[in-house]
């Protein structure tokens, strides 16, 4: 049974740039979660999309979107990109109940410079 | 105030040893879930296990098992027989209520195994 799969592994981006991360979920979950990890604000939930819905959010700014499309893979985006937004992103995939079937990707790994 | 506190930034162990790694909880919500995962260096969350709120026993995966003690809100992980491949950071993290909530993580603690 395939994981979630997150690409790209690793980018560099530019002040001002803007990028999109892909996610694939586990085969069969609905669910599709993202999380922003640094050193310093440790592990951050952005939003979670089920069945192409955004069902929750976090503290994030507009800059910070995502998307899901009817495979239920998703993809998140950030505009105009700062300094700050160097982070792993990782995504976690679920059946979309309260269960506990949550699992999480490899990462993207953003450097901004 | 923290939902999920980890208390030990980092821990060492010997090879083949148990270690405890503590992870206190805060929630007033009666229903709830506590999981567990390892991430090595690559950044890959894996998950390890999980306990929730109702079970009556405490989950055990391998070598792994929770040690729920739900009065004193918390949920320590025990990694028994220690190999060098657990050497990781652990996160603890819940999700509240019977819906599909986000997860909160704690700050982690990081494993080393030395042989």
């Not at chain 1, 599709?32 to 929750?56: A, D, H, I, K, M």
């Not at chain 2, 999920?4 to 162990?13: A, E, H, K, N």
């Not at chain 2, 220690?82 to 603690?109: H, I, W």
């Amino acid at each position: 049974k395939a994981g979630v799969t997150q690409t790209p592994r690793y980018l560099i981006k530019t002040r001002g740039q803007q990028v999109t991360l892909s996610c694939s979920p586990i085969s069969g979950h609905r669910s599709v979660s993202w999380y922003q990890q640094t050193p310093g604000q440790g592990l951050q939930f952005l939003f979670e999309y089920f069945s192409e819905t955004q069902r929750n959010k976090g503290n994030f700014p507009g800059r910070f979107s995502g998307r899901q499309f009817s495979n239920s893979r998703s993809e998140m985006n950030v505009s105009t990109l700062e300094l700050g937004d160097s982070a792993l992103y990782l995504c976690a995939s679920s059946l979309g109940d309260s269960g506990n079937t949550i699992y999480f990707g490899e990462g993207s790994w953003l450097t901004v410079v | 105030a923290q939902k999920i506190t980890q208390t030990q930034p980092g821990m060492f162990v010997q090879e083949k040893e148990a270690v405890t790694l503590d992870c206190t909880y805060d929630t007033s919500d009666p229903s709830y879930g506590l999981f567990w995962y390892k991430q090595p260096s690559s950044g890959e969350m894996i998950f390890l296990i999980y306990q929730g709120s109702y079970d009556q026993q405490n989950a055990t995966e391998g070598r792994y098992s929770l040690n729920f003690q739900k009065a004193r809100k918390s949920a320590n992980l025990v990694i028994s027989a220690s190999q060098l491949g657990d050497s990781a950071m652990y996160f603890c993290a819940m999700r509240e209520g019977p819906g599909n909530t986000p997860l909160v993580f704690g700050k982690g603690t990081r494993l080393s195994v030395i042989a």
